[in-house]
């Protein structure tokens, strides 16, 4: 699968509904992941400011603002905002909360893993989540061990889902690329049998092609004479 889309694209080809799918999905991360934030800052010691929480209204409106978004109407490169977004609202959680926000990270990288098919703007991303993962470390030393456990729970746990989900969609895009491949030798076998010409664009709708050979349409496609 190495280059997938790559000409198409840092999201291969991908239509209007698609690419709504993709942006409501990244919004209903977002909405999710802010609302379970909540809990775990009610319950941090010492409690933190009531502003703070303002950081999860960020998210939960970049959330909104994704899923009620006219995609069909919009670039694929918004994707690529939204991920960064929430990648900032991580960090910003990670700042005023606690290093434990970090694990969100794994929900961008699991993402970025589903929705990027050009396997280097996917690297750019899995370095980018590395970065802030250890930004803390630049600016927080008051226990570097207690950080840098942190660290290398949550790196291991990212770099694994994001292999592992795009290991799954690739396997599932070969299998379907390999069932649409019999399915026409198939169609094209019942045509030779019943008289059809030879196609040659392997392109063609396959379900208008099978519909006529439900149909017991002519070899000419049914005119007459």
Partial sequence: MEGRGQS???????????????????????????????????????????????????????????????????????????????????????????????????????YAAFVVRDRNVLVAYMSLLAVALFAPLSYDDEDLKEQAHHILVTLPVLAIAAFLVRYLRDTLEDREDQYRGFAYEAVSLAERIRGHPERSDADEDLEARLGRLAAGAPPDGGRDG
Avoid: C, Q
């Fill in 8 to 110: 198409e694209g840092a999201f291969g080809a991908i239509d209007g509904s698609e690419l709504r799918r993709l942006g409501r999905f990244a919004g209903a991360l977002m909405i999710v992941g802010a609302l379970v934030s909540v809990p775990a800052g009610l319950v941090l010691e010492p409690m933190p400011a009531a502003t703070n929480h303002l950081i999860g209204l960020v998210a939960l409106l970049t959330g909104l603002a994704a899923w009620f978004a006219p995609w069909e109407e919009m670039s694929p490169k918004w994707l690529h905002a939204a991920m960064v977004v929430a990648t900032v609202e991580i960090a910003a959680g990670v700042v005023v909360f606690s290093d434990d926000y970090a694990f969100f990270y794994v929900l961008v990288a699991m």
